[in-house]
């Protein structure tokens, strides 16, 4: 494994095999979920309380924990302080390929939360203007994998760059600020770079963002099983309600993040789809795609097998039918 792709996430333990009928070793107490900006029903699941309804009864408690970006949310996993994390599809199979013992199991939006991005006045036009550039970018998260796919399409590496490790919205400060020369950006604080800022998408390639999706650790999966097919079918429920209510849905957005009602319509009208939920064949290729990709581009050993990690991330059997 390159050492490039043991920096992309921290390296977790050995994968255990799930059976759907194991049984808790122990009582469960608490759900630990996390909620992020770029996933908008979780911050409608949150608002509305609707886990804590769900498991009130049981006496079972929900702990939520913000996620900054797929890396935040991988590496919260792997450490073992949250059971459920919103990351992009393929941010979830580097992990798994890099050992952390995750489950892919949920699709809570279809994005294009992220293209590469230059300031108003800048003279990048094109992938190939970021040679010799400085790069604001956060490992370990879709806009990484996107940038470096769009690198590799220009004949570059990250070798012919200077990627500035950064969190997201760092990365927007680094750009408006002229510290940085492009940044791969990420909604919503793209879309504000874009509103307020006049920063300009200069590469945009929707297909290549890879869905958003929810993950939860192989133990907990393992020794609960029914309480993650409970957790799924309560966030159908705020997906459901996202779609049909968008007022609310950027009421609630509006009010976690205090951006104007124009960044939070862009980021949510133009660039953000809620009717999947279910991880199929369109989820699959998009994400071994992205995979196969970095493979090409030396940033995944040329020795993993990188669709069979994939079928061993992917549990499409956990969410329940819905109507």
């Given at each position: ?13 050995v994968a255990l095999a799930v059976t759907p009928t194991a049984k808790a070793a122990n009582p469960l ?64 199979l580097v992990a798994r390929i890099n050992g952390n013992p995750i489950k892919s199991i949920y699709v ?216």
């Amino acid at each position: 494994m390159t050492g490039i792709t043991r920096r992309f996430l921290l390296a977790g333990a050995v994968a255990l095999a799930v059976t759907p009928t194991a049984k808790a070793a122990n009582p469960l107490k608490e759900i630990r979920i996390d909620w992020a900006t770029y996933n908008p029903v979780s911050m409608v699941l949150k608002q509305k309380g609707l886990l804590e309804k769900e498991f009130a009864k049981d006496g079972i408690t929900v702990t939520w924990v913000q996620s900054a970006g797929s890396n935040k949310a991988l590496e919260f996993l792997n450490a073992g302080s949250i059971d459920f994390g919103s990351t992009a599809g393929s941010a979830a199979l580097v992990a798994r390929i890099n050992g952390n013992p995750i489950k892919s199991i949920y699709v809570y939006s279809r994005p294009e939360w992220t293209a590469l991005v230059a300031s108003k006045d800048s003279r990048i036009a094109g992938v190939a203007d970021l040679k010799g550039k400085r790069v604001a970018v956060t490992r370990g998260t879709d806009p990484h994998i996107f940038l470096v796919r769009a690198l590799l399409g220009a004949g570059l590496t990250e070798k012919d760059i200077t990627p500035v490790l950064l969190q997201h919205a760092d990365g927007k400060t680094a750009l408006i600020r002229g510290d940085v020369d492009a940044w791969a950006g990420l909604d919503p604080m793209m879309a504000q770079a874009e509103v307020e800022e006049g920063a300009k998408l200069f590469y945009r390639k929707a297909d290549a963002n890879t869905w958003g999706i929810l993950n939860v650790r192989e133990q907990f999966l393992k020794d609960h099983p029914d309480a993650v097919r409970r957790v799924l079918a309560v966030y159908e429920e705020a997906r459901k309600y996202s779609l049909a209510n968008y007022d609310e849905l950027k009421k609630t957005l509006i009010a976690v993040t205090k951006l104007p009602e124009a960044v939070v319509d862009k980021q949510l009208k133009e660039r953000t789809e809620l009717t999947h939920s279910r991880i199929g064949a369109p989820q699959r290729e998009s994400i071994l795609a992205a995979g196969l990709a970095l493979q090409q581009a030396g940033v995944v050993d040329a020795k993993v097998d990188v669709k069979a990690t994939l079928d061993a991330l992917i549990d499409d059997q956990v969410l329940l039918p819905t109507n």
